[in-house]
C-alpha cells in the first residue's frame, strides 16, 4: 500500500483525471455539434482516458526526477523520491514506459488527436528540463496545458485525417478561455511568490513590469476570458450554445469569481483569492 501511494504522488494521477474530464467536455461538445448525439464512442473515450494519464504520469515522473536536488535542499517530503519511497531509476523507467505508451493511445484515437499528442509531449518534456526555470514562458506553457485538452477532446471524434479546421468553433472558445484563466492565474501566482523568486533569480513579470502591472495584467487577462465566455451564447453560429441558458448560468456563476478575482487583483496589493 505505501508504494502505490509513493507511485501516485509521483505520478499525480488526480491531474490525469482532470486533463481527461476536460478531453471529455471537449469530445462531447464536438460529438453533439457535428453529429448531433451526445456521447462520443466508448473506443475513443478509452483511449483518450489513457493518453490522457500515460502521458500526464510520465512527464511528473520526468519532472520529479529532474527537480530532486532542490526539493530535497526545500525539504520537500511529499515527494517520494525525496523519501527514497521510489529510486530515481525507477521515476526514469516510468516515464521511458508510459510516455510511449500515451503516444500510442493517441495515435489510435486519430491522427489529429496523435499530433496534438506529440507536440504537448515533447513541450512537456522540455518544460521539464528547460523551460519551468523561465517563468514567462513557463507561465504560458502551464497555460497552454490548461486549453489544449478541449481542443485533443473536440479533435477525438473526428475521423481519421489531420481536420484541426472541422472541430467546432466553440471548442477552441472554451480553450482560449481557459488558456486566458491559465496566463493569469499563473502571473498572479508569480505576483505571491515574489520574494521567493527574487532570491532564486527567477524571471517572472513581477520582476520585470512590477507587481502592480503584473496584477493588472493577470486582470486583464481574466477579464478577456470573461468576455469570450458569452459569445457561444449571443452568438448564433453557435449553434446549440446559442440563447442556451444551462450553458449560460454555470458560466456565469464562473465568470462572477473570476470578475472578483480581476477585482481584487487591481485594487489590492495582496488579492485574497488563489
Known sequence: MKKLKAVWELMRLEHGVMLFLAIFIGSIISQKTIYSTVLPPLDKVILTFFTALFLEASTFALNDYYDVELDRINKRMDRP???????????????????????????FVNLTCFIIALITALLSVLYDIKMKKIKLIGNFYIAYIMAIPFVFGGAAVLKNTVSIENIPMVVYVIALIAFLAGSGREIMKDVQDFEGDIVKGVRSFPK??????????????????????????????YDIYYLNYAYFFPVLLCDIMLLITAIHLIYQKKPKFK
Open 81 to 107: 523520491l525525496v523519501r527514497g519511497d521510489i529510486k530515481l531509476k525507477t521515476a526514469l523507467l516510468f516515464f521511458y514506459i508510459l510516455f510511449p505508451l500515451g503516444l500510442i493511445c493517441s495515435f
Open 208 to 237: 520585470y513590469i512590477g507587481k502592480r502591472a503584473s496584477n493588472i495584467l493577470a486582470s486583464i487577462f481574466f477579464i478577456i476570458a470573461i468576455v469570450l465566455s458569452f459569445l457561444p451564447f449571443f452568438q448564433s453560429k
